[in-house]
């Protein structure tokens, strides 16, 4: 039987959202698990459009500063990897627990395309000032998700 955890995305101190999902591995560092488009309706960001269908694979460390998301139509299309600059990943009690740091990577299926995003609201987030040190991290794990990214191995490079 697949276990059953609950994903908490917070940011600010605040739950964005929270959805079900079905453990896939967990090797005491990285844990995956998938789980269908958990907001409602559409989320239309001009590069990518998440709806409902999709399936998300989602990777979340213990140890790292970001999570890695495979995004696929619900016909097995991979439409790409959403990364999120995260907190190590708590997990605890049925839960997985991510604090969102802003910082996001978007690289498409086929590599062509590889974005930063958000760096204006991490600037805006004060976190360098309150917490250096998590700013510090978030923006190197940012860069090592883009480098990792632009690398011959592309989004293979991304995927556990």
Known sequence: MTAQLTVVLT???RTKIRYPAAQVADDGDRI???APWAAEGVRDFGFVRFEPGDVFVEHFWRTRWYAVKEVWTGDGVLKGCYCDVT???LVQSGE???EDLDLDLWVS???SSVLRLDEDEFAESGLAASDPEAAAQAV???DALDDQARSAAGLSALLP
Do not use: T
Request: proline letters at 6%; glycine letters at 12%.
């Open 11 to 13: 940011k600010a101190g």
């Open 32 to 34: 995956s698990v998938r």
């Open 87 to 89: 907190r190590p990943a």
């Open 96 to 98: 997985i627990l991510v």
């Open 109 to 111: 299926a086929d590599g």
């Open 140 to 142: 190197r794990a940012l």
